[in-house]
């Protein structure tokens, strides 16, 4: 699983947090800039928020705004209970940093410990942010045996934002609105009681 827009609501978070500081300056926070920083370190994020609406103040100064107050997505916290129940295994992957990660989720430490892997993008075998796919791989390394790629049956389910460009989509098994919409036995999981 992705953790940023799936898991916790980060995404909101920051487009909510960027849009008030982008509003002190009398800029805009528009969606083509979105688009740039998802997928993006926080870090990396941070910066092109500061260089698209050529913003006075520093990246460090919008990291410390954005990250410590993360929820929960809608049927994340369900799901992976779901899954642990059911003996299942699951990864979490981030581009997040270590450091940006433990903030991000230190409201939901429990919840987190739950997964089997999780690798954020400072891991040494992450050598790109997404798009990429080097999060995803280096996660798939962990197990024993490694699972096959998506043109060998793993399934991909896609909870995309809502202006996201439809042709992003395309490849996901299954698109959904949200986690909650979720019904695991079209996978061969137990349905939810």
Request: glycine letters at 6%; proline letters at 8%; charged letters at 25%.
């Amino acid at each position: 699983f992705n953790m940023d827009g799936l898991f916790l609501d980060t995404e909101g978070l920051r487009s909510r947090v960027f849009q008030e500081i982008c509003n002190r300056f009398g800029k805009k926070y528009s969606w083509e800039v979105k688009c740039m920083v998802m997928g993006k370190t926080s870090p990396e994020a941070s910066q092109i928020i500061v260089e698209a609406p050529q913003l006075p103040v520093s990246r460090e100064d919008l990291l410390e705004e954005t990250l410590p107050t993360a929820a929960l997505m809608p049927g994340a916290e369900k799901l992976i209970h779901h899954l642990r129940k059911h003996r299942l295994r699951f990864v979490l992957v981030s581009t997040s940093r270590s450091v940006s990660f433990e903030m991000k989720t230190s409201r939901h430490e429990k919840l987190f410990s739950l997964f089997n892997h999780i690798v954020v993008g400072d891991d040494p075998q992450v050598q790109n942010g997404q798009p990429g796919q080097d999060v995803f791989l280096t996660c798939a390394k962990r197990f024993s045996p490694p699972p096959e790629p998506k043109n060998s049956g793993v399934q991909v389910v896609m909870v995309p934002n809502e202006n996201l460009n439809p042709d992003f989509t395309r490849k996901a098994t299954l698109v959904l609105n949200s986690l909650q919409d979720l019904e695991p036995q079209l996978f061969g999981v137990p349905a939810y009681e």
